[in-house]
C-alpha cells in the first residue's frame, strides 16, 4: 500500500501501514505488539506499570517475534507529594462501600503508582534501541530526551490542545500525536489542567497540521476504516487506534471490562479521575455515577486507586476502571493483525473514491 496521500510517518517510522496501536497500560503486552508490527502497523508497548525486569522481558520477546519497527511508551509526570490529610478524605469518602462489601478498612491502604520514565527506564530503552518511543504528559527532563534520541529513536508524544503541539515540537518530538476529547484512558493535557477547555478529535487535528511543521498523529474515536479515511482528509498522516485493540484476543482485559465493552451503550463513558487521581475516559459504573465522576477529594496521580484496590477485589465490575472511547461500541472481534489491516485497507479504498 503506497497510496497513501500522506507518506511522512511512513518514512519516518519506517512502517508500512499509518495504523500505530495505542499503548494502553494494563491491556497490552508484547503479544499484542508483535502482531500489530507483523501485519504492518506500528505496535506499542505500554512501560508506565512495569517493573524494569518485566520491561525488559517484554522487549526481549518482541525483538525476538519481530524484525519490524515498534513503540515502547512511557508516562512523564512529576511523581506526586505526600498529602496524608487528602488520602485519609478520599479513604473516608469510600468508607461505606468498605462497609457495605465487607472490605477492611481499618488496614492499611495499598499504593496504587504508575511510574515516570527515568533513567534505569532509559537504560533499558539503551540497550534494546526501538525504533520509536512516545511519551504521555509531556516529556522527560532534556538529559533524559536527549540519551533517547541519542538511541537513534524517533520521538512522539500526545497534545490536546494546539499550545501542547507547539510546545513538543519546540522541545523535540518528531511527530504529534492530536489526542481528541473523544479518547479513551488517561488524557494527554499538560500545560493546563482545564477539562472545560479540550478539544474534540476532528476539531483538533487540522489545527494542530496547520500549527506545526511536523506530521500529526490523529488519535480519538477513531475506531474503523471511515474514522482514519477522515483522519486523512483533514491532514493526518496516521492515525492512532486504542480501544478497538480491546475487542481482540490479544488483549488483556478483565471479565468485567469485557463484558462493558460489549454491552455499554454509547452514550456511557465519561471522564473521570477517581481510579488515578488523574483525567481519563471510560465506561461509566458504580463508583463513577455515585461517588463522581470527577472528584476534587480524589488524592493525585496515581495515587487515588489505592483505596479502591480493596473494593474492586470485592466487586470488580463498579469499582475498577474500564477505559474506553467514544467509539467503542464500533468494536469489532478480529485479531489485532486483522484489525491492523482493515482499518488500512477500508481507508485506502474511502480515499481512492
Not at 477500508?346 to 481512492?352: C, Q, S
Request: aromatic share 6%; charged share 20%; glycine share 8%.
Amino acid at each position: 500500500m503506497n497510496q497513501w496521500p500522506d507518506t511522512r510517518i511512513l518514512d519516518l517510522l519506517g512502517i508500512e501501514l499509518p495504523i500505530i496501536q495505542g499503548p494502553m497500560a494494563g491491556a497490552t503486552n508484547s503479544s499484542m505488539v508483535i502482531a500489530v508490527c507483523n501485519a504492518g502497523g506500528l505496535g506499542s508497548m505500554p512501560a508506565a506499570m512495569l517493573s524494569i525486569e518485566k520491561l525488559r522481558e517484554e522487549l526481549k520477546t518482541i525483538r525476538q517475534g519481530t524484525d519490524k519497527p515498534f513503540n515502547v511508551n512511557f508516562f512523564c509526570h512529576q511523581p506526586p507529594a505526600a498529602d496524608e490529610q487528602r488520602a485519609r478524605d478520599w479513604k473516608n469518602l469510600l468508607e461505606p462501600y468498605y462497609r457495605e462489601l465487607g472490605a477492611d478498612f481499618d488496614a492499611p491502604t495499598p499504593v496504587s503508582n504508575r511510574a515516570p520514565f527515568d533513567a534505569a527506564a532509559c537504560e533499558v530503552l539503551e540497550e534494546f534501541r526501538p525504533e520509536v518511543v512516545s511519551f504521555h504528559f509531556g516529556l522527560p527532563e532534556k538529559s533524559l530526551l536527549d540519551r533517547v534520541k541519542a538511541t537513534g529513536a524517533k520521538i512522539l508524544s500526545s497534545a490536546t490542545n494546539v499550545d501542547e503541539a507547539i510546545w513538543l515540537e519546540q522541545n523535540g518530538c518528531d511527530a504529534i500525536i492530536a489526542m481528541g476529547y473523544e479518547a479513551g484512558g488517561h488524557r494527554g493535557m499538560f500545560l493546563n489542567d482545564d477539562l472545560s477547555s479540550q478539544v474534540g478529535t476532528f476539531a483538533l487535528v487540522p489545527q494542530i497540521v496547520d500549527a506545526v511543521k511536523v506530521p500529526v498523529i490523529a488519535a480519538g474515536a477513531i475506531a474503523d476504516a471511515r474514522g482514519v479515511a477522515a483522519a486523512f482528509m483533514l491532514g493526518a498522516s496516521a492515525v492512532q487506534v486504542g480501544t478497538a485493540y480491546l475487542f481482540t484476543p490479544e488483549a488483556k482485559v478483565s471479565a468485567s471490562h469485557h463484558k462493558a465493552l460489549r454491552t455499554a451503550k454509547d452514550s456511557e463513558t465519561a471522564i473521570t479521575n477517581l481510579f488515578t487521581g488523574r483525567p481519563a475516559r471510560g465506561i461509566l459504573n458504580r463508583v463513577m455515577r455515585e461517588v463522581g465522576p470527577m472528584s476534587a477529594k480524589a488524592p493525585a496521580f496515581p495515587l487515588a486507586g489505592g483505596a479502591l484496590m480493596p473494593l474492586r477485589a470485592k466487586d470488580e465490575a463498579d469499582f475498577s476502571n474500564l477505559w474506553a472511547g467514544q467509539a467503542f461500541t464500533l468494536g469489532k472481534e478480529l485479531s489485532s493483525a486483522e484489525l491492523t489491516r482493515q482499518l488500512a485497507e477500508g481507508a485506502l479504498a474511502k480515499l481512492a473514491r
